[in-house]
């Protein structure tokens, strides 16, 4: 009889792993049991790591969910340029950068940042990390909606135009934690795509 022999994987990719899976579970918590209801416990117990080994590389709620702040922050620039690379070009495109955006903050990985974003109000552990990662963000998606856009932001009243694109859509993705009222969104973007289209037409595209 033959013996097959076992490949053992490398403590350092278990260990990655291992992260992983507690991160993706801290961002699922935040989501269905916001801040307050997530715990280490319910966060290992969802990751199926011991208590032990979590505790070992997260030893408070604070330090996972600020591992978990950084996670979403990758999780979030990957996830809006993969989106971008699939916009479709021609006339529509202003539309569709629109609903990219809208579909983007209304996912559960806005939803999770948010309750972070009201813990760190009143945490200033977790406001001096959450704060940063934040602005980084900012930047990023700033800079993705004007080159999606093709935006001249030399032209006057451009750079506020691309910010006012991006918090509209934020307030429609904090609207929708209360009432997913998505025509209402459509016809908003529907309107918001024509306002850009007017004084964006003089940027190159």
Same mark, same amino acid.
């Given at each position: 009889? @033959?013996?097959?022999?076992? $490949?053992?994987?490398?403590?350092?990719?278990?260990? &990655?792993?291992?992260?992983? &899976?507690?991160?993706?579970?801290?961002?699922?918590?935040?989501?269905?049991?916001?801040?307050?209801? @997530?715990?280490?416990?319910?966060?290992?117990? &969802?990751?199926?790591?011991?208590?032990?080994?979590?505790?070992?590389?997260?030893?408070?709620?604070?330090?996972?969910?600020?591992?978990?702040?950084?996670?979403? $922050?990758?999780?979030?620039?990957?996830?809006?340029?993969?989106?971008?690379?699939?916009?479709?070009?021609?006339?529509?495109? @202003?539309?569709?950068?629109?609903?990219?955006?809208?579909?983007?903050?209304?996912?559960?990985?806005?939803?999770?940042?948010?309750?972070?974003?009201?813990?760190?109000?009143? /945490?200033?552990? #977790?406001?001096?990390?959450?704060?940063?990662?934040?602005?980084?963000?900012?930047?990023?998606?700033?800079?993705?909606?004007?080159?999606?856009?093709?935006?001249?932001?030399?032209?006057?009243?451009?750079?506020?135009?691309?910010?006012? @694109? #991006?918090?509209?859509?934020?307030?429609?993705?904090?609207? $929708?934690?209360?009432? /997913?009222?998505?025509?209402?969104?459509? &016809?908003?973007?529907?309107?918001?795509?024509?306002?850009?289209? $007017?004084?964006?037409?003089?940027?190159?595209?």
């Amino acid at each position: 009889m @033959t013996t097959v022999p076992t $490949t053992r994987v490398p403590q350092e990719e278990r260990t &990655r792993a291992m992260r992983a &899976r507690l991160l993706e579970a801290t961002v699922d918590c935040l989501v269905e049991r916001g801040f307050t209801g @997530t715990s280490t416990t319910l966060v290992s117990e &969802r990751a199926g790591v011991s208590r032990g080994a979590q505790l070992h590389h997260f030893p408070s709620k604070n330090a996972l969910v600020l591992a978990a702040v950084e996670h979403l $922050t990758v999780v979030r620039g990957a996830e809006l340029a993969a989106a971008a690379a699939r916009l479709p070009t021609g006339a529509t495109r @202003t539309r569709a950068v629109l609903e990219m955006l809208g579909d983007h903050f209304a996912s559960p990985v806005f939803f999770a940042a948010l309750e972070l974003w009201v813990a760190a109000r009143t /945490d200033e552990a #977790l406001l001096a990390a959450v704060a940063p990662l934040e602005q980084r963000v900012g930047r990023e998606a700033h800079r993705l909606v004007v080159d999606a856009l093709g935006a001249d932001e030399a032209q006057p009243g451009v750079r506020e135009l691309v910010q006012a @694109t #991006l918090d509209l859509v934020r307030g429609l993705g904090l609207a $929708t934690t209360i009432t /997913d009222d998505a025509k209402r969104r459509g &016809r908003i973007l529907d309107q918001w795509a024509l306002v850009l289209d $007017t004084h964006l037409q003089g940027s190159p595209s």
